[in-house]
């Protein structure tokens, strides 16, 4: 079914005024996106903090209507509702219905990380390569976690761990992925050869993904999930942690208590120019720090002092 589509730039301070109208006249859907998207001043949103609800200094919002609705008369209605509102920025136009989801899924092609890591989504065909033996696939449906493979951060904690396989250094030890969005990390970890591993994040939908996804690939039996409020106690030989530079910094400490003496540690969601700062917040308790880079973004990784 087609649907009329009213859209409008607005600003952060704004946007639950236009919200709260567009509801009140009947509108099926309101979404916000970057009114900047795609140009050199697009701002990435990728990991709130616990409460936080962050959207950008100027959104796109679009309503849906009825594909039948009088655009003159939902105008008269909004300016009614909101007079001191800005309503002759409005735009319309007409778009045909499709299942969103499956449209980005369509866009998600299986991709390959190191050696032998490969994250598949959970409707596509197996790709050359991905039927190998060794090969450790992760079959995956993101839903509205973060964490599909497609960002540099994801990507460079993905050749990390297959790094870590390649070199022995993740057979049958234990995993802690903080920050674990889709789960995908540590999805990765069990099928390239991890023992166990604990998932945190603060985002309950998070935690369902990583768990919709854990059974999907048949590992939910060594994987645990938790908030960091109730996350069991102890270290880990491996920990991966692809937040936001300034959560990295935050929780330093706690971070560095969770790698066991010897242990492996990388530090994702960090734009260059950023890792300055965390290597010097990280270098009283890690040795060997290295620097690897993709795009803009970097990876931080080290080894914990015995």
């Known amino acids: 079914m087609p649907y009329l589509e009213l859209s409008l730039r607005c600003s952060e301070d704004e946007h639950p005024r236009y919200e709260r109208a567009l509801e ?30 962050p959207l950008w200094t100027t959104l796109r ?11 003159l008369l939902l105008l008269s209605a909004l300016e009614a509702f909101d007079p001191a509102l800005d309503w002759g920025r409005t735009e319309f136009r007409n778009v045909e219905d499709q299942d969103w989801e499956r449209a980005w899924m369509d866009r ?17 065909e197996m790709p050359a390569g991905a039927d190998d033996q060794d090969a450790a696939v992760v079959r995956l449906d993101p839903g509205l976690a973060f964490g599909s493979g497609t960002h540099p951060t994801t990507s460079l904690c993905l050749q990390w761990l297959d790094a870590l396989a390649a ?3 993740l057979q049958g030890r234990e995993v802690l992925d903080y920050g674990c969005g ?19 994040d603060n ?20 994987l645990r999930l938790a908030s960091p409020q109730q996350a069991p106690a102890g270290t880990f030989p491996v920990v991966v942690a692809n937040i936001l530079a300034a959560a990295l910094d935050a929780l330093a400490d706690d971070l560095a208590a969770r790698v066991a003496p010897g242990g492996r540690l990388a530090l994702s969601g960090v734009l260059d120019g950023q890792q300055e700062e965390l290597l010097r917040r990280y270098r009283p308790w890690f040795e060997s720090l290295a620097v690897a880079h993709e795009g803009d973004w970097v990876r931080i990784d080290g080894v914990r002092r015995r």
Do not use: C
């Open 24 to 53: 009140d006249i009947g509108a099926l859907a309101v979404t916000l996106v970057d009114a900047d998207a795609g140009t050199a001043d697009e701002h990435a949103i990728l990991e709130p903090g616990v409460g936080e609800t």
């Open 61 to 71: 919002l679009s309503a849906l209507f009825p594909h039948d609705a009088d655009a």
């Open 108 to 124: 998600y092609a299986p991709m390959r990380f190191g050696a032998r890591t490969w994250i598949v989504p959970w409707n596509s």
């Open 167 to 169: 070199a022995g250094e």
């Open 182 to 200: 889709s789960g995908i990390l540590a999805l990765a970890a069990l099928k390239l050869g991890a023992a166990g591993a604990l998932g945190i």
């Open 203 to 222: 985002d309950p939908q998070a935690l369902q993904a990583s768990a919709d996804n854990a059974r999907r690939n048949g590992v939910d039996a060594r």
